[in-house]
């Protein structure tokens, strides 16, 4: 089945400024979002799709939905990919590019954009009785037009709500490689030559997690020759392990990647270029509330993703992309800086849109942190722990000087600590007015070697939410 878009009619206007709207965050024009699927690179754009209620506020009626960046900062929705059918409403999935053209797709020049994705059986009236399946669409035209594959499903029912297929190549040998949610706290591996025909490989299990698997290699960091997958969930918990095409072997985990209260449902990026080489994550930032917004729900900011060895061993590290600082309009920097109670250095700074960075050589007696909005971050070293919106997270590294990153926008505080090795996602509730910004220490003076705070303008442009031409 081929969609054809016409020149759509001009949307509603949206100037993306509301004041419940993040502005360095990716939302919807308008309506419902949740997990973002089919995260791909191709001919200079990154391609987010998501989980998406075209005509309504609240979830229901999914169908992808669809935005692109040349940045990974400004986004730009376009029109919806892919749409119900009579097997069902359009739940989670990937994307890839076909470069060998082995699902024999490919119609010009470029590569085929291949989406596979759940076909939720008995979600809609159309599709009562139907099971839930995997399908494939594919684009030969950078994602602008899809065709649904005249075969579908690929993959027929297995069990229960079998969903959410994360597909990979595995260049060792030369074929691809799904992940996919069965029931419970069961996933499987499959394996196909062409995207078409699917042969099982493996049942594994993460205690506790369930849906939307991530699947994917990383070196380990300082030494490019030492390879690991990692093997993740929606609620962020993850394996670390080896993969010979054949078996994945856990060897550690499982180890959470957030612990905050809102961050689910995360995918990587395919086909970012080896110059490049990152690996990239987006997550939905479940569970927000948007009073009298045209939108609901948001995403999290794009992280790079690092494996790294520690002296608990391999973990994974989340930290900011690079390209936020094109958004960066002012700094305030403080070096060597002394903060008693009751003082505040930041209290001149009004933006709330900010990136802000701390270093604290820390002894026993440090209890610091900041006020952001009216909402309180807080650590304590005696117990070392950091708090946040009823959240405790202990830090789990033992170097004496403690890195923190924050991101503020409107909508959401994402924290960082020690380098992204524990990371805490929280959605807010605007307050108006705004209160200030501030650093505190209690107990005793607090010494900071560094704070950086910078102030950041909106992602939003005028083209923002129109069609492509």
């Known amino acids: 089945m081929s969609k054809t878009i016409a020149n759509p009619p001009p949307a509603e206007a949206v100037d993306y400024q509301e004041s419940g709207r993040p502005q360095f965050h990716f939302t919807a024009r308008r309506n419902w979002l949740n997990d973002p699927n089919g995260l791909v690179y191709c001919a200079g754009e990154y391609h987010l799709f998501f989980q998406h209620n075209p005509t309504d506020n609240n979830w229901g009626n999914m169908t992808w939905g669809h935005a692109v960046s040349a940045d990974l900062v400004t986004w730009r929705q376009i029109e919806d990919a892919i749409e119900p059918d009579h097997l069902g409403t359009i739940y989670s999935g990937s994307a890839v590019i076909d470069h060998d053209n082995t699902a024999g797709f490919q119609t010009g020049a470029e590569p085929t954009i291949v989406a596979m994705y759940t076909a939720a059986g008995g979600s809609s ?41 994360k597909v990979i190549w595995y260049a060792p040998g030369q074929f691809w490689v799904m992940a996919l949610f069965l029931d419970g706290e069961s996933f499987a591996l499959f394996t196909s030559p062409n995207l078409k025909r699917w042969n099982r490989i493996q049942t594994l299990s993460i205690p506790n997690s369930s849906e939307c698997p991530d699947f994917f290699p990383m070196t380990v960091q300082g030494a490019p020759d030492e390879e690991r997958w990692v093997f993740a969930a929606a609620n962020s918990h993850y394996l670390i392990g080896r ?20 961050f689910y449902a995360a995918q990587t990026f395919s086909d970012i270029p080896p110059a490049d080489g990152r690996r990239i994550q987006i997550g939905w930032m479940a569970g927000g509330v948007y009073p009298g917004m045209p939108f609901n729900q948001q995403m999290t900011f794009p992280t790079e993703m690092t494996l790294r060895d520690t002296p608990d061993g391999l973990r994974v590290f989340r930290s900011p992309v690079s390209e936020i600082a094109l958004l960066v309009t002012d700094r305030s920097e403080w070096r060597d800086l002394s903060v008693s109670p009751g003082e505040n250095p930041l209290s001149e700074i009004s933006s709330d849109l900010l990136d802000i960075e701390l270093e604290v050589p820390l002894d026993s007696s440090a209890v610091f942190g900041f006020r952001i909005g009216g909402r309180e971050i807080r650590y304590a070293h005696q117990d070392q722990t950091i708090s946040c919106l009823g959240r405790v997270a202990r830090r789990e590294s033992a170097e004496p000087v403690m890195h923190l990153r924050i991101l503020a926008d409107r909508t959401s505080l994402e924290i960082f600590v020690d380098g992204g090795r524990s990371t805490l996602s929280f959605c807010v509730t605007p307050a108006d007015p705004r209160p200030s910004l501030e650093f505190f220490a209690e107990g005793a003076p607090v010494r900071v070697s560094s704070l950086l705070v910078r ?11 129109e069609f492509p031409l």
């Open 243 to 262: 993969f010979d095409g054949a078996v994945f072997t856990e060897i550690a985990g499982p180890y959470a990647m957030d612990f905050g209260s809102n």
């Open 125 to 165: 009236p159309e599709s009562e009785g139907q099971p839930f399946t995997q399908c494939l669409a594919y684009s030969n035209d950078r994602g602008r037009i899809w065709t649904k594959y005249a075969r579908n499903p690929v993959l027929p029912h297995v069990v229960g709500e079998n969903r959410d297929p």
């Open 455 to 465: 102030t950041l303008r909106s992602s939003w442009s005028e083209t923002s939410g």
